[in-house]
């Protein structure tokens, strides 16, 4: 499989090809799309967390000039059922969670459907709710696999014994990640319009095809008879993954109406409506010889879903794979409340996973006297621990070296809170970094124009990642012509069907069908004797058959991130002045762009290492915090000097480019990176994230 | 009031929104017309004014380097993560 | 949002009038605040009037040495004012900590003394909130209040006051120039706050429809330098989780005079009275800085998530005040 690519595009820093019109304010968002004739929707969102809706009153939301309809389970019409319950909307009176939708307003103007679904009464029969995540809960129970389709626990050798050895030193710790929200700028959009039986939906969705199939099984339509159109999305980071409540809203609501109808929910509905990080509890044993030779790992979690649907993160998966060791144990339960259900974000489970064995691992750097990069050298794999397959390509040695020596990581001493600058504190930390190299087949077709340009169609999604700029360039490779002849569509789901943009796999996916399509356009050019005619001529690849029959390799994108901090011990301020990160992900394909996506993906892990927290209500059951002044995510002034790199990785066993995903490794290991510099900094080690002010200050 | 859609000339674009497309400033692009009138703004005879930031409040930074940039730019929230490439764009531009 | 009247009229006393002839109309400056609310559900008037654009814009100078500064010159402006940088630098800090550039361009100062509290619950209307609808409770009490009052709550309430530029005021006994129905009068800035007591709902000692017309700064002694340092959960753009404003004069080693209120530690802009007299003539020390600081908290009544507070507003004046002791 190992296809000889001549690659003038491929690795040259190419600038976003769609960064023009971002920068001109042309590039259409789902809300922004103008229809004529549209109405506007507005939510009423349960007011109790766990129960039924006993009656709805819409009397005095009606009696408003210019509302057009008040829909709630009493006169919604009746959808498929699915297997995600989240989208059977204004099907049942019962109520799962605080904020589920119970009613839906639509009116002549936004304003009037927001006033409308004030004066909308709902009476509820309240039950008693219970929303907190803990470890002694009775219901705590194992799924039978945890995302997408992983074992919920594995066991190799005997880990109890070797903790209990006599020479072992051990690590026995608890680590905590509270809920956290995607949060993308861009609001959770939907535009829907009715053309006789057939559905359009103007939508912001990393994955338009899963949306449009969710839709044609809700609304019992062939799937050509639905069609999501998603050309730009302002960022998902998981939420957009599939399909959330507020497209079936506006589905229904246009149907009830005979009229366009948009809906974009709000900030507030966002923390209860479109998904989130479960809060983890792990557990994170570990017992190693005197040379840090690891003996025993063990990880254990607990995280929560909802009582509608089930989502178990695979926050201990990482924790197979990336050290070595003769025992392991890893193990997820799960707890299902009375609160919104939790879904992907970026890295679901290797990012809170990660923090806690990474933040382990420094703990038993510290008490085996081992320098943490040493520490984690001495423990490489030869394999796959748990699978025992070997491994397509593993740098992460090579990472931890390389990005020691440009951090200047080597006069490091690892006495903590010796370093002072004024009212300051200083520190380093070292975590390392994994995420799964993905890759599912796609379908994609590109067209030869009598113009001499070509047209590459992929039902793919570029939600910030650079998607269709990687893709022009592996278009121009696969075809030996400059990037400027290349037009690529995304985002639409009448287009040749690719998978999610999620996973970090779009690019391998995606342009793996786009190589193979050029390839065969090629050869019809050939056969044309270069010749296109008037119409054009296309051509269509699918690999579904290639990507089945991959040798079965350990695929795995892996890295090392430093950060130096500063903590100011008087008043917990927490500063970050350096992170770097230092990745082995293949080939990059885009240098300008792949920095971004590291880059990006550090700067939502020092999110998550400083200031994010969703707070859970436990009188009302509903996240508190639910709105961007309130629930911080970085400012421009937290993040000083964010650096990514990357090792040349030669990987022939992935896909054609021989690219690994890069969206979301550069947020694993960045928090436990941080939390580990806040103890060389302090000596203090916060277990529970994110790293407030008030738990620095004792 | 200019909004992103009038700072352009015609065809040719603003040198800030030229940084941004040079420096990968965006990513998603949601929040960029608003970084772009937001930097705009700050480099029109903004740095004749101190910021939280700036040492000495009697004097005014005169020039806008990377820390006075970030401060003044933390208005607008980007969770793509661009910040970096966005303090590198607009100190371009400023010079 | 429910539909509402707008009117601009042409003098402060026509805004009055207006004001006073509705229950439900409220004054509009740079409605960075008050917009909000009305989103959300918290505020509903049936009348904005604006008082943006009455001319209150101007920053001049009273006759005992201190200035005057109009109630409706935006946030940006006041900061940006080189008489204000020059000897009131630790209200040009205070403000140009809050917030953001594009908000400090919008909002005016009247409207920042009159911001409401950024306690999630008051921002709830689906929630409880004494202050926000009296009798119905405070749930902020056994739920989440990492960012409350540490000093001056109630039973009923313990939201803080999140301006920032006030704590500066209060501590440079700024007084505010009312304008109402019944004609004008200047009271302490410092009284126009009301603690919570069993009337959290009752925020400040405005009549109704009276207009903050303008802001008295008294002279600060030209030996003070002064200072407002600020904790928050992120670098920028976020409020305080306690802010101090100092200022300090030395004599001989001793202190002559201090002026110091804190943030993000009240429902009000706190001025740290008890601190300011433990500091009078004591050694300019850490020692008596720290004793001044405890002075002060030891009134704290904390919460058990905001405990923090305490330790982090006597760490942060003590900080401060040395750092204006080397000065």
């Known amino acids: 499989m190992a296809t000889a690519l001549r690659t003038p595009a491929i690795g040259g820093s190419l600038s976003r090809v769609d960064g023009r019109l971002k920068v001109t304010g042309q590039a259409l968002y789902a809300a922004e799309h103008q229809i004529p004739g549209v109405a506007h929707a507005a939510l009423v969102g349960s007011a109790i967390a766990a129960g039924a809706v006993i009656g709805v009153d819409a009397t005095a939301a009606l009696a408003l000039p210019g509302v057009l309809a008040v829909i709630s389970y009493e006169n919604a019409p009746r959808l498929a059922r699915v297997d995600d319950a989240e989208l059977a909307v204004l099907q049942s009176p019962a109520v799962a969670y605080r904020g589920q939708l119970v009613a839906a307003v639509v009116a002549e103007s936004l304003e009037t459907a927001r006033e409308a679904a004030e004066l909308v009464r709902i009476e509820y029969d309240a039950r008693g709710h219970d929303v907190a995540l803990r470890p002694d809960h009775p219901r705590i129970y194992q799924p039978e696999k945890v995302n997408p389709a992983y074992p919920a626990d594995t066991a190799l050798g005997d880990a109890d014994a070797a903790l209990a050895g006599a020479d072992a030193i051990v690590v026995d710790e608890t680590y905590e990640t509270p809920a956290v929200h995607n949060n993308p700028l861009e609001p959770h959009a939907s535009l829907a319009v009715w053309t006789g039986g057939d559905l359009t939906v103007y939508e912001s969705t990393q994955g338009a095809a899963g949306t449009r199939d969710a839709l044609a099984e809700l609304f019992e339509l062939e799937p050509r008879a639905v069609r999501v159109v998603s050309p730009h999305v302002g960022g998902g980071f998981g939420s957009k993954g599939k399909a959330r409540p507020q497209i079936v809203v506006a589905a229904v609501a246009a149907r009830v109406v005979g009229r366009p109808v948009k809906l974009a929910l709000t900030r507030r509905e966002m923390f209860a409506l479109t998904g989130y990080r479960t809060p983890t509890i792990q557990r994170v044993r570990l017992a190693a010889d005197h040379q840090g030779v690891l003996l025993a790992i063990v990880h254990d979690v607990l995280e929560q879903t909802s009582t509608l649907t089930e989502f178990a993160e695979q926050t201990a998966t990482a924790t197979r794979m990336m050290y070595a060791a003769p025992n392991r144990r890893t193990s997820h339960r799960l707890l299902a409340l009375d609160v919104p259900t939790p879904s992907w974000m970026r890295a679901p489970g290797e990012c809170p996973g990660m923090y806690a064995l990474e933040s382990a691992l420094d703990e038993l750097a510290v008490a085996c006297r081992i320098d943490p990069i040493d520490l984690r050298i001495r423990n490489e794999p030869e394999f796959e621990p748990e699978s025992g397959k070997e491994w397509s390509s593993r740098n992460l040695v090579a990472c931890l070296r390389q990005g020691a020596a440009r951090f200047g990581w080597a006069d490091r001493d690892p006495t903590p809170a010796v370093r002072r600058d004024g009212s300051w504190l200083i520190g380093t930390g070292v975590a390392s970094s994994t995420y799964p190299t993905y890759r599912s087949g796609s379908r994609a077709a590109v067209e030869a124009a009598v113009d001499g340009r070509f047209t590459v169609s992929v039902c793919g999604a570029d939600i910030g990642t650079g998607a269709r700029t990687v893709l022009t360039q592996i278009a121009a490779d696969a075809l030996d012509v400059p990037t400027d002849l290349i037009d690529v569509e995304l985002g639409d789901s009448a287009l040749p069907r690719g998978p999610v943009a999620g996973g970090s796999m779009g690019t391998g996916s995606w342009g793996g069908a786009v190589v193979r399509a050029c390839e065969a356009l090629v050869d019809k050019l050939a056969e044309l004797r270069g010749i296109v005619p008037p119409d054009g001529v296309e051509a269509i690849a699918d690999t579904a058959e290639e990507v089945a029959g991959l040798p079965k390799l350990a695929r795995h994108a892996f890295g090392a991130q430093f950060a130096e901090v500063r903590v100011n011990p008087a008043t917990g301020e927490v500063r970050v002045p350096r992170l770097l990160g230092m990745f082995a992900a293949g080939r990059i394909i885009n240098p300008k762009t792949a920095r971004s996506q590291f880059i990006g993906g550090m700067t939502m892990g020092l999110s998550m290492a400083l200031f994010e927290q969703s707070l859970l209500d436990l009188e009302f059951g509903d996240y508190l915090n639910h709105d961007f002044a309130q629930y911080h995510v970085p400012s421009c002034a937290d993040v000083i000097d964010i650096d990514a790199a990357w090792i040349d990785e030669h990987d022939d066993q992935l896909n054609p480019m021989g690219s690994k995903g890069i969206g979301e490794i550069g947020i694993v290991g960045t928090a436990a990176a941080i939390a580990n510099a806040v103890h060389h900094a302090t000596g203090l080690r916060v277990r529970r994230l994110p790293i407030t002010p008030d738990r620095l200050i004792v | 009031m200019i909004t992103i859609e009038g700072l352009a000339e015609a065809d040719e674009l603003h040198p800030l929104q030229t940084a941004f497309v040079d420096r990968d400033a965006l990513q998603c692009g949601y929040c960029t017309p608003g970084q772009l009138c937001s930097a705009a703004g700050m480099l029109a005879g903004e740095a004749d004014h101190p910021s939280f930031v700036t040492p000495d409040l009697t004097r005014p930074p005169g020039r806008l380097d990377d820390g006075e940039i970030r401060e003044r730019m933390s208005g607008n929230l980007c969770r793509c993560g661009a910040y970096v490439n966005i303090v590198r764009a607009i100190a371009d531009v400023a010079g | ?327």
Not at chain 3, 294 to 299: I, V
């Open chain 3, 1 to 327: 949002m429910k539909p509402f009247a707008y009117d601009r009229p042409a003098t402060p006393a026509d805004a009055v009038a207006l004001v006073a002839a509705s229950s439900r109309a409220r004054y509009l400056g740079g409605g960075t605040n008050l917009v909000d609310l009305m989103k959300l559900g918290v505020e509903a008037p049936d009348l904005l009037v604006d008082v943006s654009r009455l001319s209150q814009d101007a920053i001049g100078p009273t006759p005992d040495g201190g200035l005057v500064v109009g109630a409706g010159i935006t946030n940006s402006d006041l900061a940006a004012d080189p008489t204000i940088r020059t000897r009131y630098p630790m209200l040009a800090r205070a403000v140009l900590s809050g917030a953001s550039g594009q908000l400090r361009n919008q909002a005016t100062i009247a409207g920042n003394l009159l911001q409401r509290t950024r306690c999630s619950y008051f921002q709830d209307v689906s929630k409880p909130c004494n202050r926000r609808r009296p009798g119905s409770g405070c749930p902020a009490r056994s739920g989440h209040h990492r960012e409350l009052a540490i000093l001056g709550h109630s039973s009923a309430c313990v939201a803080t006051h999140p301006s920032d530029m006030a704590v500066a005021m209060v501590a440079l006994d700024a007084r505010v120039r009312l304008l109402g129905p019944r004609g004008e009068r200047t009271i302490p800035l410092a009284e126009l706050y009301r603690l919570p007591g069993d009337q959290p709902d009752r925020e400040t000692r405005l009549e109704p429809a009276e207009l903050i017309t303008a802001v008295e700064l008294p002279p600060l002694a030209p030996a003070a330098n002064s200072d407002y340092r600020k904790v928050r959960d992120r670098a920028s753009f976020a409020f305080a989780l306690v802010s101090v404003a100092a200022a300090l004069e030395i004599a001989d080693g001793h202190v002559a005079a201090s002026r110091i209120a804190f943030g993000g530690v009240a429902p009000i802009p706190w001025r740290a009275s008890r601190a300011e007299r433990a500091l009078r003539g004591a050694p300019a020390t850490e020692e008596s800085f720290a004793r001044a600081a405890a002075a002060e908290l030891d009134l704290a009544r904390p919460l058990p998530e905001n405990a923090f507070k305490v330790t982090l507003a006597a760490n942060l004046l003590v900080q401060t005040l040395l750092d204006l002791s080397r000065t």
